[in-house]
């Protein structure tokens, strides 16, 4: 048997784009994107602290370095500039794996830029 489990998680990055006329997708930072281990185009579950909108989509890589966290297509109407994210990905586990398996956690600071790590 498998269980659903999280896989990684970047904490509470700030909104820094919305572009309703995009195809969608999320863009994210590649800094975050290499700290947490998702990668281009992976299935991600979003959560917006201010408003509690929960939705999916995919990420495509932004700029290095910029802090970018942007919402694009439909995505776009589900969080406002600069509000606050929760980034997860989830992955099927063996109850084995289970046993040694840590998530990797991402926390920025109000730049999106990487303040620390936990796994």
């Given at each position: ?54 939705f ?43 046993k ?20």
């Amino acid at each position: 048997m498998q269980r659903i489990m999280l896989r990684s998680k970047i904490h509470r990055v700030s909104v820094t784009q919305c572009d309703l006329n995009y195809e969608g997708s999320c863009g994210i930072d590649q800094d975050l994107m290499e700290a947490a281990g998702i990668l281009e185009y992976e299935r991600i579950e979003l959560y917006n602290v201010n408003n509690g909108e929960r939705f999916s989509t995919y990420t495509i890589p932004g700029e290095r370095g910029s802090g970018e966290i942007s919402l694009n297509g439909a995505a776009a109407r589900r969080a406002e500039l600069g509000d606050l994210l929760i980034i997860c990905t989830y992955g099927p586990m063996t109850d084995e794996e289970i046993k040694t398996f840590k998530p990797k956690i991402v926390f920025v600071d109000e730049k999106n830029k990487i303040a620390g790590m936990k796994e």
